[in-house]
């Protein structure tokens, strides 16, 4: 299964490749409030779908731009797929953009396929068998330190609800790590918490299919993944922190009692 979504995926990144060479010709529509999408969007989900129905057409599909389940709707498998996580980043070249997939077996996640097709990087993952950048080996980074940590993030763009929360963590995290990245493609911050280049990571306001590939990349690549209140339902909430096994309860301290008042403070 995980040879046929990494041929999805790379056919996805030739399509996206392709297209960035003509973005001044692109047919570009807002989906909402700095939400974008394009055809190219489309088209490598198109492919994606394709390929994956292909090989497995008892399968269920739930894709960012189709959205609705196609296939089998009633299968222990669905694929969960973006087939252009950091579309606003395209659409500007800026370079930080991939390709997304990921599949659940009984709502289980098992096996994990982000590609950036700029930099031809291949991060892939099996439940139980450990993670991979271009077939190499990759673990979580092992500082100790949140002082010395590189902290990945990304501003709520979607949902605004939490946007005072998500400030107040930002301005408590900033002066007690080494620094703060923010690219704007999560899929791609998540795949760098496994290789080591970010100590750890945290969002708010996300959908299964920006999170779902990067978060087997991290437990596989022996780091830890949950939601701001230290629960495995983040796929379902759209918050994320993750980090290796040191900086994880050291950002989550941080981070999760701005959650928890805010959620205490709706259901007042």
């Not at 709707?73 to 991939?98: A, E, R, V």
């Not at 998500?166 to 301005?171: I, R, V």
């Not at 939601?227 to 096994?245: C, I, T």
Request: hydrophobic share 40%; with cysteine.
């Amino acid at each position: 299964m995980l040879t046929i979504a990494v041929k999805a995926a790379r056919r996805a990144g030739n399509i996206i490749n392709q297209a960035s060479r003509n973005l001044d010709i692109l047919n570009v529509t807002r989906k909402s409030h700095s939400d974008f999408v394009s055809e190219v969007d489309g088209a490598a989900e198109e492919a994606i779908i394709k390929i994956l129905l292909d090989a497995y057409p008892d399968h269920s599909i739930l894709a960012e731009e189709s959205g609705s389940q196609s296939g089998q709707k009633q299968s222990d498998y669905q694929w969960i797929i973006d087939p252009l996580d950091g579309t606003t980043n395209f659409l500007h070249g800026f370079p930080k953009y991939c390709v997304s997939i990921a599949l659940l077996h009984r709502g289980v996640l098992s096996q994990a396929v982000i590609y950036d097709p700029v930099s031809n990087e291949l991060f892939t993952a099996s439940r139980g068998r450990g993670a991979y950048l271009n077939d190499h080996r990759i673990r979580v980074s092992k500082r100790t330190n949140l002082s010395e940590s590189l902290i990945g993030t990304g501003f709520p763009f979607r949902d605004l609800s939490f946007m005072e929360a998500y400030l107040a963590m930002f301005k408590a995290v900033i002066p007690k790590t080494a620094g703060i990245r923010r690219p704007g493609s999560a899929a791609l911050d998540l795949a760098y918490v496994a290789a080591g280049r970010y100590d750890g990571f945290w969002e708010i306001g996300l959908s299964p299919w920006d999170i779902a590939a990067g978060c087997l990349l991290i437990i596989e690549a022996g780091g830890m993944v949950s939601d701001l209140e230290g629960n495995d339902h983040y796929l379902k909430s759209g918050q994320v922190v993750a980090g290796n096994p040191k900086i994880f309860p050291q950002l989550m301290e941080i981070i999760s009692p701005y959650i928890t008042d805010q959620l205490s403070a709706q259901n007042r």
